[in-house]
């Protein structure tokens, strides 16, 4: 299995929800990620987990809380988000933080009204 | 910030090899070049990487300049699923290491 698997495709949230993405994996990869796409710009990172550790959190807003609660699964926590905050939010995996290559969901596609 | 420089946009007959150009002028000695592509709807996928030797596999050939600041991606037979955004990027493999994924080139295959 070389899949990255994200729920859900689609979401739509006001400002004062609070929801989660989540990421799951079952490759053993060790490395997991979450990227931010807004429309016609390439993905920017977000965070990184290595071995279930928070390896690297890129500045993000405190209105997105991420979580690793075990090697196969990633969460992002979504509360308060802006309308700017619209955008597909991408999760990946990895052997390690060093590995070649980086695996890819389809991605959630985040609406905040 | 990117380090890599890649032409926005580029068209390529079906069937007909793609080219895709990338200038990277100031890749460091323990610096990789990778390439990932975008198909519209879908999450970016792995295609290629190399150091300084020309690198193929069964969906690219890469090729590398001598001195390393520059290098072709090479699509050998496009096909109307090769239409995606290509990105070029520069990176080094240590324990900390980020992909930052540049603005890349949008090719379009035409039929």
């Known amino acids: 299995d070389t899949e990255v698997t994200q729920t859900p495709k689609h979401l739509v949230m006001g400002m004062t929800n609070k929801k989660s993405l989540k990421c799951e994996q079952h490759?053993?990869?060790?490395?997991m990620y979450w990227y931010k796409q807004k429309a016609k710009k390439p993905p920017e990172l977000m965070f990184v987990?290595?071995?279930?550790?928070?390896?690297i959190n890129e500045s993000v807003p405190s209105r997105f809380s991420p979580e690793c609660p075990n090697s196969s699964l990633l969460n992002l926590h979504l509360h308060a988000l802006q309308p700017e905050d619209s955008a597909l939010y991408l999760c990946?995996?990895?052997?390690?933080?060093?590995?070649?290559?980086?695996?890819f969901g389809p991605g959630t596609r985040l609406t905040v009204l | 910030d990117a380090k890599t420089t890649q032409p926005p946009s580029m068209d390529c007959a079906e069937g007909r090899a793609a080219n895709l150009p990338c200038n990277h002028s100031t890749i460091s000695g323990n610096e990789y070049v990778y390439w990932y592509r975008q198909i519209h709807s879908q999450g970016p996928q792995y295609i290629i990487h190399?150091?300084?030797n020309n690198e193929t596999n069964e969906m690219a050939s890469l090729i590398i300049t001598e001195d390393r600041k520059s290098s072709t991606l090479i699509l050998p037979h496009a096909t109307l699923r090769d239409t995606a955004v290509y990105y070029c990027i520069v990176r080094a493999v240590n324990r900390d290491d980020k992909i930052i994924f540049g603005k890349g080139t949008r090719l379009h295959i035409l039929p």
């Open positions: 490759m053993g990869h060790r490395a």
């Open positions: 990946a995996s990895s052997q390690g933080t060093g590995a070649w290559e980086q695996f």
């Open positions: 190399g150091l300084k």
């Open positions: 987990y290595s071995y279930e550790k928070l390896s």
